[in-house]
């Protein structure tokens, strides 16, 4: 019976984060199609605002910036978080201590930090900013993130199961594509999404790394 009542517990809980992340985001999708500029009062159901979206040109630019941007990142995070949390599992101790502590910085930095770091570092090695600079800059701030959470996947995993595919007739690099990859696959697939939705998210470092005629939404709603 206390079980039920803890399992229930657990299931509201997580219902009510649910929605206090979730309910303000239907909220302003549902307003969107409102006929006037209201966002308490529905007068109608219409579709002006996303004729007007698709029809102006620099709105376009942005999402298209924007997505772009997030699919290079996610990708190549992605694959570099997955390969490094893996590398991680077999090096020494302190070489696995020492690249946790240094990819936990841009976590614990905020993001006003990091975005001028990237600024001066582009700045003094003489490099325009501009698109390029934009994906590099997310692709160093998201690959932390993957191995988060690629990392718990590798420590679950049996320190024997590559070697015993391996006994078994495979190279090194199939023991990797059909044995460790789709036991940690959970894991890359969550780091991915996290580090998608970073990198469509992201203003601050963005502002500071991208060039003049390039600005994902995020930038372009501030402007």
Not at 11 to 25: D, G, S
Not at 79 to 102: C, D, F, Y
Not at 158 to 184: F, H, R, W
Request: charge should be positive.
């Amino acid at each position: 019976m206390e079980r039920k009542k803890i399992s229930i517990g657990k299931r509201l809980y997580l219902i009510l984060v649910l929605a206090f992340f979730y309910l303000p985001i239907l909220y302003v999708v549902f307003f969107s199609f409102n006929s006037s500029k209201s966002l308490t009062n529905f007068t109608g159901f219409s579709l002006k605002w996303y004729e007007k979206m698709f029809a102006t040109r620099s709105i376009m630019e942005a999402i298209g910036y924007t997505v772009l941007c997030a699919v290079i990142a996610t990708v190549v995070s992605t694959i570099a978080g997955t390969i490094t949390a893996i590398g991680l599992s077999k090096s020494r101790r302190a070489v696995r201590e020492l690249v946790n502590q240094v990819n936990n910085l841009p976590m614990l930095n905020p993001e006003i930090v990091t975005a001028i770091g990237f600024m001066l570092m582009f700045t003094s090695l003489r490099i325009e900013t501009g698109f390029t600079t934009m994906v590099l800059a997310h692709i160093a701030f998201c690959i932390p993130y993957v191995i988060l959470s690629v990392m718990p996947k590798v420590r679950q995993l049996d320190s024997n199961i590559a070697e015993a595919a391996m006994d078994l007739g495979c190279t090194p690099m199939q023991a990797l594509y059909k044995v460790i990859i789709p036991q940690i696959k959970p894991g890359i697939i969550s780091g991915a999404l996290v580090a998608f939705s970073m990198s469509f998210d992201d203003f601050v470092i963005s502002m500071f790394t991208t060039g003049p005629g390039v600005s994902n939404i995020s930038i372009y709603v501030y402007a």
